[in-house]
Nanobody, 123 residues
C-alpha cells in the first residue's frame, strides 16, 4: 500500500514562490507515475503536473506552463513541485497522487492520494 504525504503549503503573495514536497512510501517508486492536482473551492480537482519515475517524462497543464516544475529525489522517494510566479488563481488545496502505468491527467485514474496541502496566494 502506497502512502503519500505532502508538505510545504502556506500563504504567499502574488509573484512569490513555494515548493511542495510529496514523500512516497510503501511501494516501488519506479512503477508509479506521480502527479500533482489541485482543487479550488467550488471547483473540480484538476491535474497540474505529472512525472514518470520510469521514463523521467513530465506533463504540465497549460495554466502552469513556464511557472511550475516537478522534480524528484530518487533516494528519498520524494517528488517536489516548485511553483514560481504564483497568482491568486493558483489558490487551492494541492494533492499528490500516484498510479501504476503511464502518465495521464484524469483524476479517477490515480490510485493513491495524499491528504492535501493548502496553498493561498494573496493579491
Amino acid at each position: 500500500q502506497v502512502q503519500l504525504v505532502e508538505s510545504g503549503g502556506g500563504l504567499v503573495q502574488a509573484g512569490g514562490s513555494l515548493r511542495l514536497s510529496c514523500a512516497a512510501s510503501g511501494g516501488p517508486s519506479s512503477l508509479y507515475t506521480m502527479g500533482w492536482f489541485r482543487q479550488a473551492p467550488g471547483k473540480e480537482r484538476e491535474f497540474v503536473i505529472g512525472f514518470s519515475w520510469r521514463g523521467g517524462s513530465t506533463l504540465d497543464a497549460d495554466s502552469v506552463k513556464g511557472r511550475f516544475t516537478i522534480s524528484r529525489d530518487n533516494a528519498k522517494n520524494t517528488v517536489f513541485l516548485q511553483m514560481n510566479s504564483l497568482k491568486p488563481e493558483d489558490t487551492a488545496v494541492y494533492y499528490c497522487a500516484a498510479r501504476r502505468g503511464s502518465m495521464v491527467q484524469r483524476t479517477p485514474d490515480y490510485d493513491y492520494w495524499g491528504q492535501g496541502t493548502q496553498v493561498t496566494v494573496s493579491s
